[in-house]
């Protein structure tokens, strides 16, 4: 990426003064992509809540889900039958993005297809292994692995081509090992790939720091690095990035919100205001936090362009790795 996200939230600091809105919702929703529970729930949950407990919301906002391909299915939908609704937000991950990247979504239907407007907050990933296990370090990991890339199997919850795998070809990337060469296994979800490493199934598992807090207190694993742009605060602050152990590995679970690709201009100022306001409300970071994530706070143009940049880097990485053709 061209921008680092501190570059970002510079930027959407200085960007808040948008023009006032003539817009007002009256019947705002929330669509996530999947059935009831699981991360998009959890997105959807956080604005529902976190809007009305900063006082943001005149009328409660409905939470609805609409299940299909990380997202795929409600992407078409707006794009297809409510492009221009402006009182339907829907949920996306980085997880969604991967997928645009990949053309999953469509192949008439990419990154420019909707109005990115607010994030939730963030997660990143994290390389953990077995807490027996020899490396102490990112750099003594991969030292082993470049000399037998073959003894060393990546596991986590997704196939080939997932957020999961794709945390693992970016260390290889990073470590100057061709990703092909990796061998990975994929598990129905990260529980079972947890419960792999710890039988010895595999040897390194990509997971994210969202599930590591409990495995790491229990003793049963051990954090090499933490894939976030600089050293996470608080009871995360001891565990050093892939970035200062000089690997070039950053991967940011980004949780947010977009609008149909044709809400008026007015409509999706109002939601990037609504989201601004909320960033300085207490109120809203405690709700995001309460479900687990780190506040980041980026709306309106500022999200947009970081979004763009987003697919684009997933974009190189897929066609590196050979999952698509450039």
Same mark, same amino acid.
């Given at each position: ?31 996530? =992509?999947? /059935? ?10 956080? @604005? &529902?809540? !976190?809007?009305?407990?900063?006082? %943001? ?28 609704? =402006?009182? /339907? ?10 997928? @645009? &990247?990949? !053309?999953?979504?469509?192949?008439? %239907? ?217």
């Amino acid at each position: 990426m061209t921008k680092s996200i501190r570059a970002l939230l510079l930027a959407s600091g200085l960007s808040i003064a948008l023009s006032a809105s003539a817009f007002e919702a009256n019947k705002p929703t929330c669509i996530a =992509p999947a /059935k009831p529970g699981g991360g998009f729930d959890l997105t959807c949950r956080i @604005i &529902a809540s !976190g809007f009305t407990d900063a006082g %943001l919301t005149k009328v409660p906002m409905a939470v609805t889900f609409m299940p299909g391909g990380v997202g795929a299915v409600a992407y078409n939908y707006i794009n297809s039958s409510n492009p221009d609704d =402006p009182n /339907k937000l829907v949920a996306f991950s980085s997880g969604s993005l991967l997928n @645009i &990247a990949q !053309g999953k979504f469509g192949k008439n %239907l990419d990154e420019n297809n909707a109005r990115w407007v607010g994030t939730a907050g963030v997660d990143y990933g994290a390389i953990l292994v077995k807490a027996d296990a020899p490396w102490n370090t990112l750099g003594e990991l991969v030292n082993d692995i470049k000399i037998d890339p073959s003894k060393f199997v990546f596991g986590a919850g997704g196939g080939v081509g997932s957020q999961d795998w794709m945390k693992a070809a970016i260390i290889m990337k990073s470590s100057g090992i061709d990703p092909k060469k990796m061998r990975y296994v994929a598990y129905e979800g990260g529980g079972e790939a947890l419960a792999a490493l710890l039988g010895g199934h595999i040897k390194v598992f990509p997971g994210d720091v969202g599930e590591m807090e409990g495995l790491v207190n229990s003793g049963k694993v051990k954090v090499l690095a933490i894939m976030s742009p600089e050293r996470l605060k608080g009871k995360f602050s001891q565990y050093p990035t892939a970035i200062e152990q000089g690997f070039n590995a950053e991967w940011t679970i980004l949780r947010g919100y977009y609008l149909g690709p044709k809400v008026s201009d007015d409509a999706y100022h109002y939601w990037a205001e609504q989201f601004q306001k909320a960033y300085q409300n207490p109120a809203f970071d405690k709700a995001v936090i309460k479900k687990g994530l780190v506040p980041l706070h980026l709306s309106g143009m500022t999200l947009n362009s970081y979004i763009k940049e987003r697919v684009v880097y997933m974009r190189g990485l897929a066609v590196e790795a050979g999952l698509i053709k450039q």
